[in-house]
C-alpha cells in the first residue's frame, strides 16, 4: 500500500505560483509513476502532469508547470507559475505501476494510489 498526501495549496493571484507536494509512506516510492489531476467545480477530472521514465505535461499547463520527484523525500513536487483563473481546482496526486508508456499516464487508468487533494483558488 501507498498512502499519499498533498500539500501547498491555497489563494494566489493571477500570475503567481504555487508548489505542490506529494507525500508518500508505504512502499518505495521512487518506484513509482506519478501523476497530478486537477478537477474544477461541474469539471470532470483532467490530467495534469506526470513523471514516470518521462515527464508529461498537459497542452494548457506546458511551459507554466514543472513536475519533479525526490526519491530521497519521497515526495514528487509540481511548480505552478504564471497561475490562471481556469487554474482553480482541486489538485490530486496519483501513484501506478511505471511499466506503461508515458502517453498512457494522461489517463487515470493506470494509477492505484490517489491523495486527498488540495485546494488551488486563482484569482484576479
Known amino acids: 500500500q501507498v498512502r499519499l498526501v498533498e500539500s501547498g495549496g491555497g489563494s494566489v493571484q493571477v500570475g503567481g505560483s504555487l508548489r505542490l507536494s506529494c507525500a508518500a509512506s508505504?512502499?518505495?516510492?521512487?518506484?513509482?509513476?506519478v501523476g497530478w489531476f486537477r478537477q474544477a467545480p461541474g469539471k470532470e477530472r483532467e490530467f495534469v502532469a506526470a513523471?514516470?521514465?518521462?515527464?508529461t505535461y498537459a497542452d494548457s499547463v506546458q511551459g507554466r508547470f514543472t513536475i519533479s520527484r525526490d526519491n530521497a523525500k519521497n515526495t514528487v513536487y509540481l511548480q505552478m507559475n504564471s497561475l490562471k483563473p481556469e487554474d482553480t481546482a482541486v489538485y490530486y496526486c496519483?501513484?501506478?505501476?511505471?511499466?506503461?508508456?508515458?502517453?498512457?499516464?494522461?489517463?487515470?487508468?493506470?494509477?492505484?494510489?490517489w491523495g486527498q487533494g488540495t485546494q488551488v483558488t486563482v484569482s484576479s
Open positions: 496519483a501513484a501506478g505501476s511505471p511499466y506503461y508508456s508515458s502517453s498512457y499516464y494522461t489517463s487515470p487508468t493506470p494509477y492505484d494510489y
Open positions: 508505504g512502499r518505495t516510492f521512487s518506484s513509482y509513476a
Open positions: 513523471v514516470s521514465g518521462l515527464t
